[in-house]
């Protein structure tokens, strides 16, 4: 946690950790503090660097309201997203494993799951998606995530930077009435039989793109998810499964959007 950490893509640098108050109007907070412009797995307020989860004793005002009233409810979706860089040792009763952040970040979640059951998946190089994920420090004085919630948690078996690529893709086309190659981005209509979701021009694209593919396609819809997350309306926490039927519900209204605006 010494290291210097990085800014998100919008430039927006994060200061200290520490309490964020919001309270009032929404108008009131157009800032980088509570806004990111970035689309995606690239937002900052959906999809935050370490420091700037809620804290178990410092509720983060980005994420709850309700301070006037003393009683916090959860307000917007987030997410936290790290790449496993060390590969999870048995036994599992608490297992601990290291992530590193988009923004540099290094840090540790330790699993107090029912039975001592982790995610699928969870090995080095894969990335680690945590649901309403929050900060905490442990006895030994270090900082984490202590996750006792297996259906918030999820390993997508690629590297963050693999995965925010496909969902770049996933956004645009749930975004734009015309639909493109996942793999060289030219339009077409042409898409994968098995998740419906990835679009490929040709047999050559969709073979090019097949051995990550093949790794992504079942998990397409939670990836679909992962992209349209910071834009989705907010009713309540979500898991892994109503996070799909949400997110594809949400596409559907996109485009229907964008079928009006085409006309
Ligand atoms: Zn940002
Ligand atoms: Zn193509
Ligand atoms: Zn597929």
Same mark, same amino acid.
């Not at 540790?108 to 107090?112: C, E, F, G, Q, R």
């Not at 930077?161 to 009435?177: G, M, V």
């Given at each position: 946690m010494s290291r210097s950490i990085l800014p998100c893509s919008c430039g927006y640098l994060f200061e200290e950790s520490g309490p964020i108050f919001r309270d009032g109007d929404d108008d009131e907070y157009d800032g980088p503090l509570f806004n990111c412009p970035e689309k995606g797995l690239a937002n900052h307020i959906t999809y935050p660097p370490f420091r700037r989860l809620s804290d178990e004793y410092q509720p983060s005002g980005l994420y709850y309201r309700g301070w006037d009233s003393g009683i916090l409810q959860p307000a917007i979706h987030w997410c936290f997203v790290g790449e496993i860089i060390a590969d999870v040792l048995p036994p599992v009763m608490s297992s601990v494993t290291t992530l590193r952040t988009r923004f540099g970040e290094e840090m540790?979640? *330790?699993? %107090?799951t029912d039975n001592g059951v982790l995610p699928a998946n969870m090995k080095k190089g894969n990335t680690l998606c945590i649901l309403y994920a929050e900060r905490k420090q442990f006895l030994d004085g270090r900082n984490g995530i202590r996750q006792e919630s297996i259906g918030h948690a999820y390993v997508f078996p690629c590297? %963050? +930077?693999? =995965?925010? *690529? +496909?969902? !770049? !893709? =996933?956004?645009?086309? *749930? /975004? +734009?009435? &015309?639909?493109h190659c996942f793999q060289c981005n030219k339009a077409t209509g042409s898409r994968c039989g098995k998740c419906k979701l990835a679009y490929y021009c040709s047999t050559e694209c969709q073979s090019a793109a097949w051995?990550? /593919?093949?790794? =992504?396609? @079942?998990? +397409? &819809?939670?990836? =679909? @998810?992962? *992209?349209?997350m910071p834009e989705m309306p907010f009713g309540d926490q979500l898991s892994w499964v109503t996070l799909v039927t949400e997110a594809k519900e949400f596409a559907k209204t996109l485009a229907e959007s964008s079928d009006v605006s085409a006309n």
């Open positions: 540790i979640v *330790a699993w %107090y590297t %963050y +930077e693999q =995965l925010r *690529a +496909e969902t !770049h !893709h =996933l956004w645009r086309n *749930a /975004h +734009e009435k &015309a639909k051995g990550l /593919h093949k790794k =992504l396609c @079942g998990d +397409e &819809a939670k990836i =679909l @998810g992962l *992209a349209l």
